[in-house]
């Protein structure tokens, strides 16, 4: 053994080498994958992630974007843009009845509406396509339920989740075997927190939406929560719009997402900020406020 | 500027019996390391309100799912969380209930280090017992015992020796290559984090310490060079990599390989990544390695040195550990999933289960859930593997069930002829 050789692996290494493993196994296994993508951060991981694992070849799976209409136009711009730059094919679906039907937050309520624009879309998407599996960047840190969620986590033929009834998962071998009409979920970031992806967004350069940086927006603040104005933002009686330095943690629909004040411009800092963070990154995100156990429910129903 | 560290990265699992004081201890990991945010305390401490708490229980920020807050218990495996400047840490919590072996067994599988939780007031206990004997079965290099609600117990420096002298009794046969003993309070904090007042006659490490110095480099196989094949990538008629992971080992540029079960020989033309090729690499890096000469090699496949290969072979004898509620067949057919070959095979012979109580082994003809039995094992293909103890990555498998396709038992692959000096001792039935 020559003496120069240096076996020690830091933690980003070893998350991407197990995030790697994950998705060639999908690809091997399963006959039609997908890989979920939301423009946001831990998506920009995760196809960034499929790139290393296939290169150079190309990407052997279609990014599918659902799409709730109520996005910032910046994270359209940059979805079409990305896949453009690594050569993906991009699928955009959505609901589009309960779209021409008008579903939004402020006359639905945020888990209607995550039932109609979301999930609904999904499960249809996928239907659609006939994926037997897709990929998604949830990460087990984000969110109580999401503790306990598998790599690969079964679904059956209606989409639906079972906590109660997974699959035991050891080592790293993960069981991907579905009849027609079932289909697995898998999380190749399961085991990463949200200070390993900006590390990892800074060591790789892969680029993000501009969202995640701060600048004067134009915002009104809802029960705490510095929701931006933009053309899908319904002005209630007495509201007013205010200019402050904000940025996004993480990104949602334009009317659910909130800002938090924030003075930082470039990823150290972001970095720093986080470290120092006491507050978790969905606490603008007015969709898990809903219950005490909103995310699992919504899990339960197909809700990535 | 924040400056980025390199931490190394520790996985570990956690053993108790209900009540021990699982949930309070990693809360009290979390809580001290300053890992749980303002939102979520507030959370806890609204609960904490309603029920009319004093104080903060921090038991509930590791509580997951609607049915077992119901139920007040932990029902599965959950993965939590947390790093220091040192160190990235995952918890494999998994609870420790009877009826949950498989989920101790999960949650082990991934891990270099178990926490087994003891009760100061209660002592070593058949359940203590049966985590150690997971933990040792489960390949795990540390074990750290935590004898916890030493508050109880007025920190009285003659029980923690007590309990820790009769571990290390009981233990002594077991294959547990380092283990630890750390007095703590979960709740009140004593040796977790901080290392508090009320211990003086103490002076090792505290818990999270011990964690962060333990050297976990030594715990993978250096040394036999294994690349089970996941897939083979060929964008165009010029390249042809096979992508997989290092399972164990180092591998070199220009270093002669054979790849089973065709036994052709070729060299190491490159070891390529995204980033670049490499000149060596080693376990558990994913890469890409390309080969001298055209070989025909497909998934399944393994590459390895020609003067350092696996067994190669349809029959084995293994530990496994049911996990279904069906019982299991010895008639069935089941498919064993081994690193990337999946084939059908079947339980030839089962010798003998452990009776999870007495640690005993049992003449039995079946095995139940949550039950772990000792087997022979005939695949229809050959399977290329390594005895367990030996190479963790290589000496495993999962049972699948071809009519439900769930995952009904983990196996443990035992190739060291059966020593009877080894073996539990019998049960006699009295
Ligand atoms: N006095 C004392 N009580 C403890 C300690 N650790 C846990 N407990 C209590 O023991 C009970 C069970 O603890 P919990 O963490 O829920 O146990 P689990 O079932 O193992 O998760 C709770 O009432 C805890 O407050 C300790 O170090 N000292």
């Known amino acids: ?304 | 500027m924040s400056s980025y560290k390199e931490l190394e990265l520790l996985r570990f699992s956690t053993a108790v019996s209900v009540d021990d004081g699982k949930s309070t201890l990693i809360g009290r990991l979390l809580y001290d390391t300053k890992t749980i945010f303002e939102d979520q305390i507030k959370s806890v401490q609204e609960t904490c309100d309603r029920k009319g708490l004093q104080e903060l229980d921090l038991a509930l920020f590791t509580d997951g799912l609607a049915a077992e807050r119901e139920q007040g218990i932990t029902i599965d495996v959950a993965y939590r969380y947390f790093s220091t400047p040192k160190r990235k840490f995952i918890i494999a919590d998994t609870p420790g209930h009877e009826q949950y072996t498989r989920n101790m067994v999960t949650g082990a599988s991934t891990s270099n280090l178990a926490i087994i939780l003891i009760d100061a007031r209660k002592g070593v206990l058949i359940q203590s017992k049966r985590h150690a004997f997971i933990s040792s079965l489960l390949g795990i290099p540390h074990v750290v015992v935590a004898i916890n609600k030493m508050d109880l117990v007025d920190y009285d420096e003659d029980i923690y020796n007590s309990i820790r002298n009769d571990f290390v009794d009981f233990s002594s046969k077991m294959n547990i290559p380092d283990l630890s003993f750390i007095p703590v309070s979960a709740l009140k904090g004593d040796n977790v984090v901080d290392r508090g007042e009320n211990m003086p006659w103490y002076d090792g490490y505290t818990l999270l310490s011990y964690l962060e110095n333990i050297n976990i480099g030594a715990d993978r196989n250096l040394i036999d060079f294994r690349f089970p094949v996941q897939s083979v990538i060929r964008p165009n008629q010029d390249y042809r990599g096979y992508a997989g992971v290092v399972e164990s080992g180092v591998v070199r540029k220009g270093e002669e390989i054979v790849v089973l079960p065709s036994g052709i020989k070729s060299t190491i033309k490159a070891i390529d990544t995204f980033d670049g090729e490499l000149d060596y690499a080693f376990a558990p890096q994913s890469v890409t390695l390309l080969l001298e000469d055209e070989v025909d090699i497909s998934r399944g496949d393994t590459i390895v040195r020609p003067n350092n290969i696996p067994a190669v072979g349809r029959d084995f004898e293994a530990m496994i550990c049911w996990m279904s509620e069906d019982p299991f067949d010895v008639n069935k057919k089941y498919i064993f999933k081994h690193t990337t070959q999946s084939f059908k095979g079947k339980v030839n012979e089962l010798y003998y289960r452990i009776d999870m109580n007495t640690l005993h082994r049992q003449k039995t003809s079946a095995l139940m859930l949550n039950e772990m039995g000792r087997v022979s094992v005939r695949t229809q293909k050959p399977l290329f593997y390594d005895s367990y103890d030996r190479n963790r990555a290589t000496g495993h498998f999962i049972m699948i069930d071809e009519m439900n396709n769930n995952t009904v038992a983990a196996g443990m692959i035992m190739t060291k002829p059966t020593d009877i000096s080894e073996l539990p001792p019998e049960d006699t039935g009295v």
């Open chain 1, 1 to 304: 053994m020559s003496t120069n050789e240096c076996y020690e692996m830091d933690h980003l290494s070893a998350l991407e080498s197990e995030s790697i493993h994950i998705i060639r196994e999908v690809v091997a296994e399963f006959k039609n994958p997908v890989m979920l993508y939301s423009v946001g951060k831990d998506s920009c991981v995760m196809a960034h992630l499929a790139r290393k694992a296939f290169f150079p070849g190309k990407l052997p799976f279609a990014l599918m974007h659902i799409d709730t209409g109520y996005k910032f136009q910046e994270m359209y711009d940059f979805r079409d843009q990305y896949a453009k730059d690594i050569g993906a094919r991009l699928i955009v679906d959505s609901n589009k009845q309960a779209i021409k039907d008008g579903a939004h937050p402020s006359k639905l309520g945020t888990d209607k509406c995550c039932g109609l624009l979301k999930t609904q879309a999904l499960l249809d998407g996928l239907e659609k396509g006939g994926y037997d599996a897709a990929f998604g960047g949830a990460r087990r840190d984000e969110e109580k339920s999401r503790a306990k969620e598998r790599i690969f986590s079964f679904r059956d033929d209606f989409g639906q989740w079972d906590p109660k009834n997974q699959r035991p998962e050891l080592w790293h071998l993960y069981n991907g075997r579905v009849n027609d009409g079932e289909s697995i979920r898998v999380f190749p970031l399961s085991n990463w927190t949200e200070v390993d992806i900006w590390q990892y967004i800074r060591k790789e350069r892969i680029p993000v939406v501009s969202m995640y940086f701060a600048k004067k927006r134009d915002v009104v603040e809802r029960k705490g929560v510095l929701i931006p104005v933009d053309k899908n933002t319904h002005l209630e009686e007495g509201e007013e719009v205010r200019e402050v330095e904000c940025r996004f943690r993480s990104l949602g629909c334009s009317p659910c997402t909130g800002a938090v004040p924030s003075e930082v411009r470039n990823i150290d800092d972001l970095i720093e900020e986080l470290q120092q963070a006491r507050n978790s990154e969905r606490e603008n995100r007015v969709i898990d406020m809903g219950s005490d156990s909103s995310m699992e429910d919504k899990k339960k129903e197909g809700y990535f």
